[in-house]
């Protein structure tokens, strides 16, 4: 967390690249990064400051710092049209020096069972990146080790498989001699513009007081989209003896007691890992669902206190179909969560149980969860997104409720005959006006203008209905105008 100083300083190295003080803007930017070097901010602000002075080369490798401590920054695609377009300029030495970050030795970690399909890519992938891999083959029947063996350094241990990939995890970190570990899935690959941001990530954060325990950027590609996952944590340094917890969904935590009994500091970082995994197809071949409940089921029993297996169970339940299972799970991971202070996915939990509300039709229990999001934080995307899908919803049953409700406004006319006398413009035009009025609220541009003109044709006095059909009229005009549009692209 940045301190108030911190931040009026980032706000004078602002002030001075936007009133063109580019040689200010880059010692102010220097000086932050001296003091704080793991700080994205400052790398953006010199590789802007550097790339207005023309110093495109040395701007490149001070954004990919940037981007490589904050790999879902927004400024990427931007930053790199403006590269392009500026000449690499001439080298810059002491922004080299500023670059160099201490040699650190990495192994990686692989834990396969009969993954001949991925093994010779995903070691590939590998080659240049690391100092030692470690294949971790759980009784194997195909040629998953022997694919292994073809690949030079690489160390093969082979287990038996007990119902828990933490053993087998732990068992490949006992024979490893590296500063740092980098665990990868088998039918992962490293990204091959980040074969060098391994050890720079691990040379990046060796000297922090706590144990960095930091996310992978995990890019899936299922059923053709892809999806990115910034919360599976794979890398950290040997010294401190961390270990991993938990039979599956395994978690990194300290040798004696639970994940959460020691400080450590998280972030994700750019290393990406190409995943194919989570396919339809290969997951039905695995049959990952059915064996991840079985083994949650024993955690839950064994750790009954621990949120995090919790909110794994709910969310592999409600993968499987099991909503009601999946809803107790997420409030014995609410109820937990009060006793463990460390545990930092609760925003998980609560946004599973969005999804099951706003499928059944919850509105009030979709707005409550997203809302106790937002209490923990303001800006997470993903309870906005529900609350506003929720209100959205909510919206459009009020609409075709008050539709109701007007046309039996209009009717009641027929039968009403009580003594107090009802207002009769309400079936000359105020009914239909308020009709048009939610037709045009909900795009149906066309229903709603010509019940505006049925509208001003009986009751020409209506003023009402002005405004409306003359803003209708702008968005016809500028519809026509895209639509005839010398591209071509709107016809």
């Not at 590939?124 to 294949?135: F, N, P, R, T, W």
């Not at 890019?219 to 991993?244: D, K």
């Not at 969904?249 to 959460?260: A, D, L, T």
């Not at 009751?459 to 059909?469: C, G, T």
């Amino acid at each position: 967390m940045r301190t108030a100083q911190a931040e009026r300083y980032y706000e004078s190295i602002i002030a001075a690249l936007k009133e063109q003080r580019y040689t200010e803007a880059e010692r102010g930017a220097i000086e932050e990064i001296r003091r704080a070097p793991l700080a994205p901010q400052a790398w953006t602000l010199l590789g802007e400051a550097l790339l207005h002075q023309g110093y495109g080369h040395a701007a490149r490798k001070t954004f990919g710092r940037a981007w490589l401590l904050d790999p879902e920054a927004a400024w990427v695609e931007q930053v790199e049209q403006a590269l392009k377009r500026t000449q690499p300029g001439p080298s810059r030495a002491d922004i080299d020096e500023l670059l160099q970050v201490k040699r650190v030795t990495v192994t990686v970690g692989i834990i396969a069972r009969d993954e001949e399909r991925t093994i010779r890519r995903c070691l590939a992938s590998l080659q240049g990146a690391v100092d030692d891999i470690v294949v971790v083959d759980c009784e194997s029947k195909d040629a998953t080790a022997s694919i292994a063996a073809e690949f030079p350094g690489v160390k093969i241990v082979r287990t038996s498989w007990n119902n828990d990939f933490s053993a087998l995890r732990n068992a490949g970190l006992a024979v490893m001699n590296t500063d740092w570990v980098l665990w990868i899935d088998a039918d992962e690959e490293l990204h091959p513009d980040d074969v060098t941001a391994v050890r720079e990530v691990a040379g990046l954060y060796d000297d922090m007081d706590v144990p960095s325990v930091l996310y992978i950027w995990q890019v899936n590609r299922i059923a053709g989209s892809v999806r990115h996952e910034f919360s599976q944590t794979r890398m950290f340094p040997l010294r401190y003896g961390l270990r991993y917890h938990g039979r599956v969904h395994e978690q990194v935590g300290p040798r004696e007691g639970s994940i959460y009994s020691q400080v450590t500091y998280r972030k994700p970082v750019r290393i990406r890992l190409l995943h194919d995994g989570y396919e339809p197809d290969i997951v039905k071949q695995k049959d990952k669902i059915s064996r991840n409940l079985r083994l949650l089921e024993m955690m839950v029993k064994e750790e009954p206190d621990n949120p995090g297996w919790w909110m794994y169970y709910a969310r592999e339940s409600l993968a499987a179909g099991q909503t009601e299972q999946a809803l107790e799970a997420i409030r014995r991971t609410e109820e937990t969560a009060l006793h463990q202070p460390r545990f930092g996915r609760l925003l998980d939990a609560l946004m599973l149980k969005a999804k099951i509300h706003l499928a059944a039709r919850r509105w009030d229990e979709v707005e409550e969860a997203c809302m106790k999001a937002l209490e923990l934080d303001a800006d997470f995307p993903d309870a906005q997104f529900y609350l506003a899908t929720a209100k959205l919803h909510r919206g459009a049953e009020l609409h075709r409720e008050a539709e109701k409700l007007l046309r039996q406004s209009k009717d009641s006319f027929k039968r009403y005959r009580g003594t107090v006398s009802p207002d009769h413009e309400i079936a000359q035009w105020k009914a239909d006006v308020s009709l048009a009025d939610i037709a045009r609220s909900v795009g149906k541009f066309a229903d709603a203008t010509q019940m505006y003109q049925q509208v001003q044709a009986r009751a020409p006095y209506v003023h009402q209905i002005h405004k409306p059909l003359q803003r209708m009229e702008e968005q016809y005009r500028k519809l026509q105008e895209l639509m005839n549009r010398p591209d071509g692209r709107s016809k």
